[in-house]
C-alpha cells in the first residue's frame, strides 16, 4: 500500500471513529443532536464559553455517554492491538489476546470481590483490581509453565495457556456453585460477558496511557514483529533475541489486555478477527497493521456497545454477545478457508 494511500485511509478511519461516536452519544432515551454533542465537548475543553446544553443534557452527554463510548473505543483498540501481536509471536490468524489465561485470571479474581468482597478496603477500585491481579497472576503461571531450560517454546506457551485457562475457569464455576447469593451470581456472569456500563472518567485514564504505551512500544518493533512472520531461522538471522522479544510481547500485550479487562470485563473475539481483517486490507506488515487495528477495533466495539445498549432497551445485554454473533461465523469462514497461519502453514 503506498503512503498517500495508506494517509487516506488513516485520516478516513479517524473520521469514521469520530462520527461513530458520536452518533452512539446521540442514541438513546434522551434525543440529542450532534451540534448538541459537539457544544458540550468543547466546552468542557474550554474552547467554548458556554454550550446551549440544558444541564441535564450536559449531564447525558458528558457523565453518562461519553466516558461509556471512549472506554469502549480504548477496549477495542487495545484489545485489536493486542491480538495482532499475539497473531505475530504465534504465527496463526486464529490467536487471540486471552490464549495466554488472561480472561480466566481476571474473572477468578472478579468472581472473588462480587461474592465475597475481597479487598473490600480498596472501595470501587476493588473489581478492577482484584481482576487485573488474577489477569497478571495467571499470565505469570503460564510463562513459569512454558519456560523450560532458559527458553520459551510457542507451543508449550499455548499448551499452558489452556491448561491454566481451563483450571481457573473451573475455579471460577466452583466458586459460582458454591454461592448462594443470585444477585450476585448475575453480576458475575454479567461481568464474564462483558459489560462498559460502569464508565467513569475516574477510571479512563489507567487504561487510555496503558494503550498509549503499548502501542507506542509496539510500533516501534514493527519490524520485528514483521520478522517473526518469517520464521524464527528468518528472524534469528536478523539478529532479533526471540526469547527476549517474546517475553516483551507476552508481558506487554497482558499488561494491556489485563487492564482493558479489568474495567470491560472479559468481551471476545475483538483481537481475533480485527486483526485478520486489517491484514486483508493493508498486507502483513506491522508498520500498517497496529495503527489501523487500532482504529477499525475502536469502531467496531463503539457499535457493538450501541447494539448492546439499544437491542433489547431498557434492559442491556452484554456486551461480549453481539461480539460473539459477529465474530462467530467470521471465525468458522476462517477455519473453512484451511490456512490460518502465516507462513506456508496450513
Known amino acids: 500500500m503506498s503512503k498517500v494511500r495508506f494517509l487516506f485511509l488513516i485520516w478516513a478511519l479517524i473520521g469514521g471513529l469520530l462520527a461513530t461516536m458520536t452518533f452512539a452519544v446521540m442514541v438513546g432515551s434522551v434525543d440529542l443532536t450532534p451540534s448538541l454533542i459537539w457544544e458540550v465537548l468543547l466546552q468542557k475543553l474550554g474552547i467554548l464559553s458556554e454550550a446551549a446544553a440544558s444541564k441535564p443534557q450536559s449531564v447525558i452527554i458528558w457523565e453518562i ?24 509471536l504465534v504465527k496463526n490468524s486464529i490467536a487471540d489476546p486471552y490464549i495466554l489465561g488472561v480472561s480466566s485470571g481476571a474473572s477468578v479474581g472478579a468472581t472473588s ?51 491454566v485457562s481451563m483450571v481457573l475457569s473451573a475455579i471460577t464455576n466452583f466458586i459460582l456453585m ?40 509496539l510500533f516501534s518493533h514493527y519490524r520485528q514483529l514483521n520478522a ?14 526471540l526469547d527476549g522479544f517474546r517475553i516483551f510481547i507476552i508481558l506487554f500485550v497482558s499488561l494491556l489486555t ?5 474495567v470491560s470485563g472479559s468481551i471476545g473475539f475483538v483481537g481475533l478477527i480485527v486483526p ?40 442491556e445485554m452484554p456486551i461480549g454477545i453481539i461480539t460473539a454473533i459477529c465474530g462467530s461465523p467470521f471465525f468458522i469462514w476462517m477455519l473453512r478457508r484451511r490456512r490460518y497461519s502465516f507462513g506456508d502453514g496450513e
Not at 477495542?76 to 501481536?85: D, F, R, T, V, W
Not at 512472520?229 to 533475541?241: C, D, F, V
Not at 486489517?278 to 447494539?307: C, E, H
Open 65 to 88: 455517554r461519553f466516558p461509556r463510548i471512549v472506554l469502549a473505543a480504548i477496549v477495542g483498540a487495545a484489545l485489536s492491538i493486542s491480538g495482532a501481536a499475539i497473531q505475530a
Open 113 to 163: 470481590v462480587i461474592l465475597f468482597g475481597a479487598f473490600g478496603a480498596l472501595g470501587v477500585y476493588a473489581l478492577s483490581f482484584a481482576a487485573f491481579l488474577g489477569a497478571i497472576l495467571s499470565v505469570l503461571i503460564v510463562f513459569f509453565l512454558a519456560r523450560v531450560n532458559g527458553r520459551t517454546s510457542v507451543i508449550r506457551l499455548l499448551l499452558a495457556g489452556i491448561a
Open 178 to 217: 458454591m454461592s448462594k447469593q443470585q444477585g450476585g451470581i448475575q453480576a458475575v456472569m454479567h461481568w464474564m460477558l462483558g459489560s462498559l456500563a460502569g464508565a467513569k472518567w475516574s477510571n479512563l485514564g489507567i487504561p487510555f496511557f496503558t494503550l498509549l504505551l503499548v502501542f507506542i512500544l
Open 228 to 241: 517473526l512472520l518469517l520464521g524464527e531461522e528468518t528472524a534469528a538471522t536478523l539478529g532479533i533475541s
Open 258 to 262: 489485563g487492564v482493558v479487562v479489568a
Open 276 to 315: 485478520h481483517i486489517v491484514r486483508m486490507m493493508v498486507g502483513s506488515n506491522y508498520k500498517l497493521v497496529l495503527p489501523v487495528s487500532a482504529l477499525i477495533g475502536a469502531i467496531f466495539l463503539v457499535w457493538a456497545d450501541l447494539v448492546a445498549r439499544t437491542v433489547i432497551s431498557p434492559e
